[in-house]
């Protein structure tokens, strides 16, 4: 046999006894899987769900001109320097109060010839009744014929005529001037401006946004799964980030009867004081839906991440659970039925034992039977 073939059989065998020998060292050296657990613990679950409501104002209205024309003023508010400066967001303003003015020079001379018509037909007026008690009087003794008393009495009716007409038109002289004035339709705070002396305004124009935020409207959606449970009247209890250490009362005024077509959640309202302006409009709050009975939702919660896909059943899903044998300690799968997510934990109804010691972390890299090592 060719002494070269010897050799590298020999080099061949050497290098595979070394191999054995550190794949059977490395075996004896090789760490266990280090898990996390926990302690399955039986209980009635509490089904109280935090969700985010929308604060919105309670009166909500788009101020805009009945009529075309150039803003020439706006209202004129005390700043903080004791300086007048027009009307902005965050200003208060009072029902009644004009809000901007357009140019209505032609309107207001109409105005103008409209109480000139007015004048001059209550004259006209004022002297057709004299006249007319004048003919009474002398009808009434025979010294006037009837012809001419008929002929005074029409001339006063004429004078009453014109005297409606002139009124009438003094009347829609005066509207249209006040079309050209923009008034607060209510009291509270402006909360957008969108015109400046110059601009073109015309009905299509909203000029300002007023909204009512002495009372607020808290707005959430929640599901068909949990609109059952709420009832108009029912108090609550919400927070915002910008109060944390307040807590605002109030009580659901409406439930919207359908769910919107893209979220498919309900609208749900609540009412809320807010005389002290702490709550403004788009801010975020919080709260939590009152729980549902106890009795309905027994069982056991446990991390979403120590569920994993049973062995078993391809549609199926299974914890490790660990287990004793022979001193060593066992991460054994253990297929469950799950119920409803809370947060980032799952009710498990059944499959588990009370006082079972369930694997949370770590679950990825098991395999069924495998020895652990439990860690804090």
């Known amino acids: 046999m060719p002494s070269r073939f010897i050799a590298a059989v020999g080099v061949t065998l050497g290098l595979s006894f070394l191999t054995a020998c550190d794949s059977e060292e490395t075996q004896q050296v090789a760490p266990l899987q280090p898990v996390r657990t926990e302690v399955l613990t039986q209980g009635a679950l509490s089904n109280d769900i935090r969700y985010s409501a929308n604060i919105e104002a309670n009166t909500q209205v788009n101020v805009t001109f009945k009529v075309t024309g150039y803003v020439t003023e706006l209202m004129q508010i005390k700043g903080s320097d004791g300086t007048d400066r027009a009307i902005q967001a965050g200003d208060v303003v009072t029902k009644g109060d004009t809000l901007a003015t357009l140019d209505s020079k032609d309107i207001r001379d109409s105005l103008v010839q409209a109480n000139s018509q007015v004048s001059a037909a209550q004259a006209n007026l004022n002297k057709g009744k004299q006249d007319f008690d004048r003919a009474t009087s ?42 050209f004035d923009l008034t607060a339709p209510l009291d ?51 927070t915002t980030q910008s109060y944390p250490e307040r807590v605002f009362t109030g009580k659901i005024s409406e439930i919207a009867p359908s769910a919107d077509t893209n979220s498919r959640v309900f609208d749900v309202k609540i009412n809320l004081d807010n005389e002290d302006e702490l709550l403004k409009v788009g801010m975020i709050a919080s709260l939590n839906l009152p729980k549902e009975t106890a009795d309905a939702h027994q069982g056991s919660l446990v991390p979403l991440a120590a569920i994993v896909r049973s062995k078993n059943d391809a549609k199926g899903y299974a914890v490790f659970v660990l287990k004793t044998e022979d001193s060593k300690t066992i991460a054994s799968l253990t297929d469950v039925k799950l119920g409803d997510v809370h947060g980032n934990r799952i009710t498990v ?28």
Request: aromatic content about 4%.
């Open 138 to 179: 002398l009808f009434n003794s025979g010294s006037m014929t009837a012809p001419d008393y008929d002929s005074a009495k029409q001339e006063y009716e004429n004078a009453l005529a014109q005297m409606e007409n002139a009124k009438a038109a003094q009347k829609i002289a005066e509207n249209n001037v006040n079309d």
């Open 188 to 238: 509270g705070v402006v909360l957008q401006r969108n015109i400046d002396v110059g601009t073109l305004a015309n009905p299509q124009t909203v000029a300002f946004v007023i909204a009512d935020t002495s009372t607020v409207k808290a707005v959430f959606g929640v599901p068909d799964s949990r609109v059952q449970s709420l009832e108009i009247g029912n108090a609550q209890t919400l």
């Open 349 to 376: 109804l059944s499959g588990l034992a009370p006082d079972d010691q369930v694997v949370v972390n770590g679950t990825a890299f098991l395999r069924d039977g495998q020895q652990v090592a439990v860690i804090p």
